[in-house]
C-alpha cells in the first residue's frame, strides 16, 4: 500500500487540528517509506522499514531514520520479553532549541551526542523495566536569567547517565572532568518530571552564590507533570 494512500486514509481519523506535526510530501510504502514533515520549530524527514514477522521472533521490527539539518536519529523497535522496545542513537545541533529556549531567555549552542539509548516499557501497565545510555553535551557559551540581570558562562563538557530506579526513569548529570554529579533528571510513573540542581553546577558557570554549604547541595529543584 503506497504511504500517500494511506496517509490520507489516517487523516479521516486524525483532523489536522488535533494533531502535533504536519506531513508535508510521502513517498514509498508502509512496509519502506519517507515522509517529509514539520513539529514546532522543526522540519526534516522520516524513513521507516517494518519488518512485522519479527514480532514472531522477537526480534526488531522497525527501522526509524529521523533527520533535519540539525540533527539525525536512528532507531530501532523490538519486542521482547513482554516489552516494548526503542534502541537509537541521536546527535543534536541544541541551536534547533532556540526558538524554545529564548521564550525563557536560555541561548546555548554545541551538539548533543546520545549513544547505546535503551528503553522498554510492559505494554500492559505502561511502567518502564529497562533505561539506559549515555549522553555528552561538548559544552561552550551559555546565558541565562537570574534575577533581574543576565549571567554568562562558558561550560565544560557535560555528560549524562541514563537508569532506572524503582520504577522513574533518571537523567543523572556530571562534570566531564571531575565526573561529579551536577543535576538530576527524574520522570515518575505518575506523570511528573523532577528536575534538580546542585551547587556544582552553578561553581562550574562561576555564578554568583552564597559561599555557604557543599558542592553536593540541592539549590534547585522543580517537579512539574509531564505534557505530552
Known sequence: MPVS?????????????????????ERGTIWQGEVQFKYMYFEGSAAWILRPW???SSG?????????????LLGQGGYA?????????MSLDLQALR??????????????????????IDPLTRRPVAASGFARWEGGPVSYPLGRKRQSADMPPLLGE??????????????????QNVM???VTPDGYVELQVRRRLLDL?????????????VVFKIKQPLKM
Not at 494512500?5 to 510530501?25: G, H, I, K, Y
Not at 526558538?99 to 535503551?118: A, C, F, K
Not at 541514563?162 to 565526573?179: F, H, K, N, P, T
Open 162 to 179: 541514563l537508569g532506572l530506579r524503582g520504577d522513574s526513569v533518571e537523567l543523572a548529570v556530571s562534570d566531564e572532568i571531575s565526573r
Open 5 to 25: 494512500f494511506a496517509w490520507d486514509m489516517a487523516q479521516q481519523w486524525l483532523p489536522e487540528q488535533t494533531r502535533p506535526f504536519q506531513v508535508t510530501a
Open 60 to 72: 526488531e521490527w522497525i527501522d526509524l531514520h529521523l533527520q533535519s539539518v540539525d540533527g539525525e
Open 81 to 89: 520479553d513482554g516489552a516494548v522496545s526503542v534502541s537509537g542513537l
Open 99 to 120: 526558538p524554545i529556549l529564548s521564550q525563557h531567555r536560555i541561548d546555548l549552542g554545541g551538539e548533543l551526542m546520545v549513544n547505546d539509548l535503551l528503553l522498554a
Open 205 to 217: 558557570a562561576a555564578a554568583p552564590w552564597s559561599q555557604r554549604g557543599q558542592p553536593d547541595d
Open 54 to 56: 519479527q514480532l514472531f
Open 184 to 186: 538530576l533528571l527524574r
